[in-house]
């Protein structure tokens, strides 16, 4: 029940103890704690408090000027309810019971029909999200002229915002001839509740202009309103407000305080107000502040608080550990991840749904899929948010055959799959390259009526293309009837993984001119499609945008200009940019590297990696096969073979086959064949293809026939149709003038 739905219930719960006190059990006497109600409904159970916190302002007083005798008897008030309707009590028993029609059909034929019970078949229509009927007792309440009832306007507002009919709410508050903080409280958590924050804070400062003074809950609706936006400097205006109201030492609204920094990026003062919260912490201040540790990326900072909120003997909620095994997640902190299993288990947690799915999914992220299983295989209930971490997992792990095995098992048990199960799996199509598994998921998918869901029709094209369908991607693109900056950007990346530079700046032309405003990654992608076709005046023109927006100060875009400008031959130009860059990382420094090296500018190259060194970035495989390429180029062996025997001594970096064709290709060049040979006959791994067709080409390039025939033969035991093979050999042959072999070739 939310703030509204209380201060909207508590007003109900005082007229129906007015109408008739004598269902109410007086408790004053045998009070034992401050905790137990004032008054009590002896059928319903539930409870007043004549100093609550969502009581109306009236309350207070209206029950200090009754005698007690008044209050257990009812003298003096039932005499103004008619007793045709039981004082509501038979509407109300009827809401109960789930008779909602004929509570309303009662009311109907009685004209004289008591406040509360329209209050009370509003309120049953709210739970029941029955708007048809809300809409009939509001016309009952205009047709009796009871519209003025300032009780009967708040309780119509909050039927219609939560049946999710915004506009006819904000219509009844304005048609209101007054309204008191509950009204205005009501509205705007109505839309703040539907995600309209900014509409929720204007309102408020309008009720802050016509003099009525927010209480708690209003501070409270308002700070949610600016987490969710989020509005910094509104939520800190509030702040100031909520010291000046004397609110500030209300837990509630210290809880919500730090939830609004937290969720607005401002960790310190957040931390701050926690800090100041000293013994009145509950369990939720320390989730709001874990929530805004892990929400920010900080781990590690989330689980040392959680440890300190052990230490403090406050234990943890369901939400609680949900939040800390997303922040387990976030950090790949497995050790961390399994010593909460344990805490949770302990704690009697394991059974909630959604702290198993999280559990499946903290271990899916930290790559321990057996675990992930285990636990998804015990659990009790399973919903298809358990069945999409588990798919997920699979598919982040690129294990799609797994994926889809799973969605076939979920078939059987007959979950029926969302929008997020269709996406995880059409992942784990294109991870794996499974486009006639693709393929049945796109029918599924159009069977089950997700084809028009952006997001589904977006991964539709990325799996098509990463299938090698970009005939099919282009199909889906061109049918989706709501396209976003995703879809294009899909679509074009499809277009650049294929080679096909040219169609990719085109579709850029076209999203520009349908008004869609590209992202980082688009033109990430652009910048990658002009570098392929050496586009270079489109990728210059694109520099002069990315400038205008912004973007230029992102490491990526910086290192993909790098790029750029290298493979289109504008060395001086690449290293210009890569100059002005404000932050350089290893990405960086490897692209303006391999540009060197591209262009044979290997004793530039080198100079950079020691430059690289120097400032303390550390190289990672790519920059190695950047540098050993430029050794190659520059036919520096001693230089190059240095690098090699240094790189996993002093950086830590495991030699791949990439490494292995670079010192092939170092040797080769050089004139060293037999050297060459050598090293590939002593490498601890089984070369592939790519390293014996290195060796070939430089056969082929010094006419070594002896080498390029033991090449060849291993080039064709690996790859059979390997036609590049064929054309060396023969060229070799050719070369060396033996015509016959050349024909046999």
Not at 282 to 295: E, F, N, P, R
Not at 352 to 358: A, E, K, L, M, S
Not at 569 to 585: K, L
Not at 704 to 732: K, Q, T
Request: hydrophobic share 40%; aromatic share 8%.
């Amino acid at each position: 029940m939310t703030h509204a739905d209380k201060v909207i219930r508590m007003e109900q719960l005082w007229q129906e103890f007015l109408s008739d006190p004598s269902q109410w059990s007086d408790n004053r006497f045998i009070k034992r704690s401050p905790k137990y109600p004032d008054f009590k409904h002896k059928s319903t159970h539930e409870g007043l408090w004549i100093e609550g916190w969502f009581n109306p302002p009236w309350v207070k007083a209206k029950v200090a000027t009754m005698a007690l005798g008044q209050m257990q008897s009812g003298s003096g008030l039932r005499s103004r309810v008619p007793d045709s309707l039981g004082n509501g009590r038979n509407v109300s028993k009827l809401c109960q019971e789930g008779r909602l029609k004929e509570a309303l059909h009662m009311v109907e034929q009685n004209i004289q029909a008591p406040i509360n019970s329209y209050a009370c078949l509003l309120q049953w229509c709210t739970k029941r999200k029955a708007l048809a009927e809300g809409k009939r007792v509001h016309a009952l309440i205009i047709q009796r002229r009871l519209d003025s009832k300032i009780l009967l306007g708040n309780t119509l507002v909050n039927m219609y915002a939560k049946c999710g009919s915004v506009l006819d709410a904000r219509k009844v508050f304005d048609s209101m001839p007054e309204h008191n903080v509950f009204s205005w409280t009501i509205i705007i958590s109505t839309y703040a509740n539907h995600g309209q924050g900014e509409e929720a804070i204007n309102l408020f400062q309008q009720m802050r202009q016509t003099g009525i003074l927010p209480n708690v809950v209003t501070f409270v609706v308002v700070l949610k309103a600016c987490a969710r936006i989020p509005a910094l400097e509104q939520g800190k205006q509030l702040h100031v407000d909520i010291i000046k109201s004397g609110f500030e030492s209300d837990t509630t609204v210290r809880n919500t305080l730090v939830d609004m920094y937290a969720k607005c990026g401002c960790m310190e003062d957040a931390l701050q107000v926690f800090n100041n919260m000293h013994d009145e912490r509950d369990v939720v201040s320390w989730t709001a502040m874990i929530a805004g540790y892990a929400q920010h990326g900080l781990g590690k900072e989330a689980l040392d608080l959680y440890e300190q909120m052990k230490q403090e003997g406050v234990q943890p909620n369901n939400f609680t550990y949900v939040v800390l095994l997303k922040a387990c997640a976030s950090i790949a902190a497995l050790e961390q991840g399994k010593q909460l299993h344990l805490d949770i288990i302990e704690s009697g947690f394991e059974s909630d749904v959604i702290v198993g799915n999280t559990l499946v999914d903290m271990y899916a992220k930290c790559d321990h899929m057996e675990d992930a299983q285990q636990v998804f295989n015990n659990m009790h209930e399973r919903t298809v948010v358990s069945w999409n971490a588990m798919i997920a997992g699979y598919a982040q792990q690129g294990l799609g055959k797994e994926a889809l095995a799973l969605y076939e098992q979920m078939k059987q048990e007959d979950v029926q799959p969302n929008d997020v199960t269709y996406v995880c799996l059409l992942k784990a199509c294109a991870s794996i390259a499974a486009l006639k598994e693709g393929k049945q998921l796109h029918l599924d998918i159009i069977k089950s009526g997700f084809e028009p869901d952006v997001t589904v029709g977006n991964t539709l094209v990325d799996m098509y293309a990463k299938c090698g369908c970009i005939e099919h991607a282009c199909q889906v693109f061109n049918n989706m009837h709501e396209r976003n900056m995703v879809s294009w950007t899909a679509m074009i990346t499809g277009y650049e993984l294929h080679g096909l530079g040219r169609e990719a700046l085109d579709l850029y032309e076209q999203m520009k001119q349908e008004g869609m405003q590209p992202g980082i990654v688009t033109y990430i992608v652009l910048l990658k499609a002009c570098a392929s076709i050496a586009a270079l005046e489109k990728g210059k023109q694109l520099h002069s945008v990315i400038i205008k927006t912004g973007f230029e100060l992102d490491a990526i875009v910086g290192s993909t200009l790098v790029d750029m400008y290298a493979k289109c031959g504008r060395i001086e130009d690449a290293r210009q940019v890569f100059n002005s860059m404000h932050e350089r990382d290893v990405v960086s420094w490897t692209a303006m590297i391999a540009g060197y090296a591209q262009q044979g500018f290997g004793k530039e190259a080198l100079t950079l990696f020691d430059q690289m060194q120097r400032e303390g970035i550390q190289p990672n495989e790519v920059t190695y096969v950047s540098v050993l390429s430029a050794c190659s180029h520059s036919g520096l062996v001693d230089k190059g073979h240095h690098l090699f025997d240094t790189m996993c001594k002093d950086h830590g970096v495991t030699p791949t086959m990439d490494h292995y064709a670079c010192m092939v290709d170092l040797l080769g060049r050089a004139g060293c064949l037999a050297d060459a040979e050598d090293f590939i006959n002593n490498m601890p791994i089984q070369p592939d293809a790519v390293v014996w067709m290195t060796l070939l080409g430089a056969a082929r390039n010094s006419g070594h026939m002896e080498i390029g025939r033991r090449a060849f033969d291993c080039v064709v035991n690996l790859e059979p149709d390997n036609a590049s093979a064929y054309v060396l050999l023969s060229n070799i042959y050719a070369a060396a003038g033996q015509r016959d072999e050349v024909a046999k070739i």
